[in-house]
């Protein structure tokens, strides 16, 4: 059975600072690796994708991926009382199948 | 631009009842289409997903089933619904090879 594992939190930061969620895997074959956010009631949003090793910047966003420790994880600088979601990480296999983590809850403090 | 479309938004139904959720995408051709369920407090749980026209995959046994009539629409049913079946149901999908899907809106299910 494939897993995608998250710390489900809750999660809380001060306004202005750095939130770090982070993702572990069980398929090494995996190849894609995502982050959806979540606001409570409302579908999943798509963020940020990384494919290769290293860091990915979009914004406020870093993606970071480690192939060889089976480790993902999504930084977010500057944090808004409105990146209060649930983040979801979601890891694609070599047969294109889809596997989800159940979700970090992040809760950013005025 | 592509836009999904998912309706009705919200559904109560009595144990025993039927049930018809409908998704449908715009604005790209020969998309994958994924039906998920996510229960309260728990993670996404894939149900079907297809890669063309009458092609479906189950993921999970269960009372429910799904068809693809047309490229770009994807229809979640069942004859009987149980308690069990009450969640948020989210049709999303894909293009190529990169993987990315899109969710829908959400159809928010309860079962009484």
């Known amino acids: 059975q494939k897993e995608v594992e998250q710390n489900s939190g809750p999660l809380s930061v001060p306004e202005g600072a750095i939130a770090s969620l982070n993702c572990t895997y069980s398929?090494?074959?995996?190849?894609?690796f995502f982050w959806y956010r979540q606001y409570s009631g409302k579908s999943p949003e798509l963020i940020m994708f990384i494919y290769s090793n290293g860091d990915k910047e979009d914004g406020r966003f870093t993606a970071q991926l480690n192939k060889a420790s089976q480790y993902v994880s999504l930084l977010i600088r500057d944090s808004q009382p409105s990146d209060s979601a649930t983040y979801l990480c979601a890891v694609m296999d070599t047969g294109n199948q889809f596997y989800f983590g159940t979700g970090t809850s992040l809760t950013v403090i005025p | 631009s592509q836009t999904i479309h998912q309706w009705p938004a919200t559904l109560v139904q009595p144990v025993g009842s039927p049930l018809s959720l409908e998704c449908t995408v715009e604005?790209?051709?020969?998309?994958?289409l994924y039906w998920y369920r996510q229960a309260a407090g728990r993670g996404l749980q894939l149900l079907f997903y297809?890669?063309?026209?009458?092609?479906i995959s189950s993921e999970v046994p269960q009372n429910l089933s799904a068809s693809r009539p047309q490229d770009r629409q994807f229809i979640l049913s069942s004859k009987k619904l149980l308690l069990s079946d009450s969640g948020f149901y989210l049709c999303?999908?894909?293009?190529?090879?990169?993987?990315?899907?899109?969710f829908g809106p959400g159809t928010r299910l309860t079962v009484t």
């Open positions: 999303a999908w894909s293009v190529g090879p990169s993987g990315q899907q899109y």
């Open positions: 297809s890669v063309g026209i009458g092609q």
């Open positions: 604005g790209t051709s020969n998309p994958n």
């Open positions: 398929d090494r074959g995996s190849q894609s």
